[in-house]
């Protein structure tokens, strides 16, 4: 769903297990006994990041307002909200409407968004934000805009934190202890520990106080998650009866108004129809280009075919609750009965690379001495007998009676030919092998609360996209099993569970290094998922658009400056 890649998603769903967490708040507590002292003196002086506010209104740029630009997306998303929101569909709308305290620049270095300046203390513990007054939000009809001020930055830090908000933010800002108000534009964040680039981290986005209807936790049911007001550069206008999310320009956006008139979000549950839409021009833009659609979209002068790199893989996972499942034997042989380099180059034109472990290639914390298990059916065949699983009659392995027969479930992927493909060739490598797999396409939402809500699984086939490659503490750590949890899964080791606590403690940058190593190379052997590849991402669009640039994981950062030459806006 972070939007998934070939149907990608980011599924990033945190929230509190009240029975492990305590032990998780043991294990900090142990580890920040053993960190050496001279980590908490980190500066000595006040650390300041300011830029100049801009002004609303015209960007003064040179470039010209106006036009409109229609994209299409591979699904449509479930909420509209920075909070709840679970997949990247809604999280690439959720760039456009809303801001964080900072932001992130086409440089990769950290820029004030709301907060016009910062302030670090000595500890490196206390973070305080003076906050710009010069921001509105959007309007709701017939009312006037509302100011932007502390409150909004307290109230989406104590919601988003509330227990009852079931949020993928949660787990990511437990090093915060207290949040407070120190006037009406200045706010102070304490912090549990000094963390590694603790700075960029306040880059979540903030909500009004004024808009859930519920002032204490967010869920999906609030009106605002699917009509959200911000401080963005887009205004939400409306949805439409075809799913469509129509976004404005906002006039009085405190970084100068945007230069497109109008953003429409169009929903494909087909790719291949998404791919004629561009050629044909009912859309403008692909976000993620099928694989498949590349050389045509390449070789069409109307276009531009434009690479990012997201950190991203695709994976087939497996739930743990089931007791066939539970051996890791079972596990790493379905990995070895896979041709993962077949399929790649088979589906996806080789256009990636084959994966061992749990980071995202290109992420520091991937350890490249890990190499993904081979093909090897023989392998895999021995594992399944250890595991003391024999063939009947049909040919089915079998084990005390239970057939070795599992359920997949796949996402409104039905007329994906790529998708198609993987889920049948990995039906048919593993039917060598004796393992019957049957596999079932779900629309969007009621694959999501099959695997997410109600963990009616065997095996899942998805892909993660990662914001922080180097944090996988909600994909496998054992506090994050549970409803609507990244952990669906249910894989737990008490090894991993410390690994991932202590990573997330040091302040050293090469001891995290290390220890994220012995992480994947753990993750790697246990298998709880089949890992597969990493896919190189494309978004094609119409080459009146200009001044383009795509990040990596939000896409829509830099939106704000794109623009379209009048004598080709319609």
Request: overall charge negative; some cysteine.
């Amino acid at each position: 769903m972070g939007h998934i890649n070939k149907y990608i998603f980011l599924i990033k769903q945190y929230n509190n297990n009240c029975s492990k967490v305590s032990h998780y708040n043991d294990l900090e507590e142990e580890i920040m006994k053993r960190l050496p002292s001279v980590l908490l003196v980190i500066l000595f002086f006040l650390f300041v990041i300011t830029l100049p506010p801009a002004m609303a209104g015209s960007k003064n740029d040179g470039n010209p307002d106006g036009g409109n630009l229609n994209y299409g997306e591979y699904g449509r998303p479930a909420t509209l909200d920075p909070i709840t929101s679970n997949d990247m569909i809604s999280l690439r709308i959720s760039e456009l409407v809303f801001n964080g305290l900072v932001g992130i620049d086409e440089k990769q270095d950290i820029v004030p968004e709301l907060a016009e300046k910062s302030e670090v203390s000595g500890d490196g513990r206390i973070y305080t934000f003076y906050l710009r007054q010069d921001v509105n939000w959007h309007p709701r009809e017939g009312e006037e805009p509302l100011p932007f001020t502390a409150d909004d930055v307290i109230f989406t830090y104590n919601i988003m934190m509330h227990p009852k908000t079931i949020t993928p933010l949660k787990v990511r800002y437990e090093f915060i202890a207290e949040a407070e108000k120190i006037d009406d534009y200045t706010v102070k964040f304490t912090l549990k520990r000094p963390i590694l680039n603790a700075l960029a981290k306040f880059s979540f986005k903030i909500i009004p106080k004024h808009g859930p209807q519920n002032s204490e936790y967010l869920t999906r049911e609030d009106p605002f998650v699917h009509n959200p007001i911000g401080t963005g550069p887009y205004i939400l206008r409306n949805v439409t009866a075809d799913r469509e999310v129509i976004l404005m320009a906002n006039p009085e956006y405190f970084k100068g108004r945007p230069h497109v008139n109008k953003f429409v979000a169009r929903p494909f549950a087909d790719q291949n129809i998404m791919g004629q839409a561009l050629m044909f021009n009912a859309i403008d833009m692909i976000v993620l280009v099928n694989h498949r659609d590349v050389p045509q979209i390449q070789g069409d002068k109307r276009f531009v075919l434009q690479p990012y790199n997201a950190l991203s893989y695709s994976f087939f996972a497996y739930n743990m609750r089931n007791p066939m499942l539970a051996d890791k034997r079972v596990r790493q042989a379905f990995t070895y009965a896979l041709n993962r380099q077949e399929m790649l180059d088979s589906f996806f034109q080789g256009q990636g690379t084959i994966i061992s472990g749990p980071f995202a290639p290109g992420s520091w914390a991937y350890n490249l001495d890990v190499q993904p298990y081979p093909y090897d059916p023989q392998k895999a065949s021995d594992l399944l007998t250890q595991a003391g699983f024999e063939k009947g009659e049909d040919g089915i392995l079998e084990k005390d009676g239970k057939k070795l027969s599992l359920s997949l479930k796949v996402p409104i992927a039905k007329e994906s030919e790529a998708v198609k493909r993987v889920v049948l060739a990995f039906k048919n490598y593993l039917e060598k092998i004796g393992v019957e797999i049957n596999g079932e396409f779900k629309e969007w939402l009621a694959w999501k609360e099959d695997v997410f809500l109600n963990h009616e699984f065997d095996l899942v086939f998805a892909s993660w996209v990662f914001d922080d490659s180097a944090d996988i503490s909600s994909l496998f750590h054992s506090a994050e099993i549970g409803a609507w949890k990244n952990n669906f899964g249910a894989y737990s080791s008490t090894v991993v569970d410390g690994l991932i606590v202590e990573s997330k403690l040091t302040l050293d940058h090469e001891k995290r290094r290390t220890i994220n190593r012995k992480l994947h190379a753990m993750i790697a052997d246990e298998n709880p998922y089949t890992f597969l590849w990493t896919l190189t991402n494309y978004a094609g669009y119409n080459k009146k658009l200009r001044h383009v640039a795509i990040h990596p994981y939000k896409f829509f950062s830099f939106a704000d400056e794109w623009f379209i030459p009048i004598s080709e806006q319609r």
